[in-house]
């Protein structure tokens, strides 16, 4: 089963980019009409609204399970130097745990944990605030029965 934001995340990016350069086109008007108090405002809550993009920092995801190797893909659908494509894979037979968290409230994260030769490797954590409470539900719902599956597999052994 593929799960992924791929529209939602367009849309997101489109609508951000259009907020944005709405504010700098109302920051030029004010300063050509030199409202220097309206201006200020505009300027705080442009940065306020920098500052909570940056914090929840929306992704795009896409997950999938298929012939025994999980697949996690994900960028930033917010990047102003360039984006940065990411990708975990590994067999599902490596798999270990999977840890999800509320960030302060603002943002669910998402960690994968495998077993290697040395031990247990983390994978940093991502963003799922861009996918709507059933994609994240089903993403828990794969990564829990991958773990089931894994840990009845271990003790057999």
Do not use: W
Request: charged share 20%; glycine share 2%.
């Amino acid at each position: 089963m593929v799960i992924e934001n791929k529209k939602r995340s367009l849309k997101l990016g489109k609508i951000i980019s259009l907020i944005l350069f709405t504010y700098v086109i109302a920051q030029l008007v004010l300063f050509y009409f030199d409202l220097k108090t309206a201006l200020i405002v505009v300027a705080v809550s442009c940065v306020i609204d920098i500052v909570i993009l940056y914090i929840t920092n929306p992704q795009y995801i896409y997950f999938t399970i298929e012939n025994d190797k999980l697949i996690f893909r994900y960028y930033s659908v917010i990047s102003i130097i360039g984006r940065e494509y990411k990708s975990i894979e590994f067999p599902t037979q490596r798999f270990h745990r999977f840890s999800f968290k509320k960030n302060k409230g603002l943002r669910p994260l998402l960690s994968l944990s495998v077993k290697t030769r040395k031990g247990i490797a983390t994978y940093p954590a991502v963003s799922l605030i861009a996918l709507n409470k059933e994609e994240q539900q089903a993403i828990l719902n794969q990564l829990q029965q991958l773990a089931l599956q894994n840990e009845k597999r271990r003790s057999e052994i």
